[in-house]
């Protein structure tokens, strides 16, 4: 089956620091995979994704890249900022147009000042 | 662009009491969900839509029900509440059809509620 498996978190770090949080999959086909951030007490919004191998998603100083050889889709940021803090869920869709995503159990970060 | 809408935004609820939490997206999204998150967990899927007039359950549909009469709007509906309910619900919209914008889903701010 279709699964996504996300770093134990919290994660506290202090500001300016390299951030990884780490993301693997389990699929079965070709999948586009996601990184969604939810701001405390906010919705999910998108914050980058890629749809093949290689590919590197970018965003907000943030990127992953897409790795099929390790299955993996690394969320990395070299400097992060107070305003970062939030939960951070990694994701897959299964097939281009697939009825649902595949949610990660989320990783929230902290950045202290 | 509003994007997705959802009301109220809080919630107290008792016991065996019923109430429908409202979900809205003005962006012609065909395929509609829902999910509730509860504290320090990910997101669980409630039911979704395809598109008007098809509904599916989801992983967690046990003790709500929903409808799809239009397009824009997608209501979930509890009927009996029940402290296990407690959670925030958030409501998601995407577009169908192919490209690469197809598997984004765009979610609403939530509905926080608990069932006292």
């Known amino acids: 089956g279709n699964s996504v498996t996300q770093m134990e978190g919290p994660v506290t770090l202090s500001e300016e620091a390299f951030l990884t949080i780490n993301c693997t999959y389990t699929?079965?086909?070709?999948?586009?995979l996601f990184w969604y951030v939810q701001y405390p007490g906010e919705g999910l919004q998108l914050l980058l994704k890629?749809?093949?191998?290689?590919d590197k998603g970018s965003n907000k100083g943030f990127e992953a890249t897409y790795r099929k050889e390790t299955t993996s889709f690394h969320l990395e940021k070299g400097s992060v900022q107070v305003s970062d803090s939030a939960v951070y869920f990694c994701?897959?869709?299964?097939?281009?147009?697939?009825?649902?995503?595949?949610f990660g159990q989320g990783t929230r970060l902290t950045i202290n000042p | 662009n509003a994007g997705v809408t959802q009301t109220p935004k809080f919630r107290i609820l008792k016991i065996g009491q019923s109430m429908t939490l409202q979900c809205a997206q003005d962006?012609?999204?065909?395929?509609m969900y829902w999910y509730r998150q509860d504290p320090g967990m990910g997101l669980k899927l409630i039911y979704y839509?395809?598109?008007?007039?098809?509904?599916d359950k989801g992983e967690v549909p046990n003790g709500y029900n929903v409808s799809r009469s239009t397009t824009e709007d997608f209501p979930l509906r509890l009927e009996l509440a029940a402290p296990s309910q407690t959670s925030v619900y958030f409501c998601?919209?995407?577009?169908?059809?192919?490209?690469?914008?197809?598997?984004?889903?765009?979610f609403g701010p939530g509905t926080r509620l608990t069932v006292l």
């Open positions: 962006m012609n999204h065909n395929y």
């Open positions: 994701a897959l869709s299964p097939f281009q147009g697939a009825q649902k995503l595949v």
């Open positions: 839509s395809v598109g008007a007039g098809i509904t």
């Open positions: 699929a079965t086909g070709y999948p586009s």
């Open positions: 998601a919209s995407r577009i169908s059809g192919g490209g690469a914008e197809t598997d984004t889903q765009y």
């Open positions: 890629a749809t093949k191998a290689d």
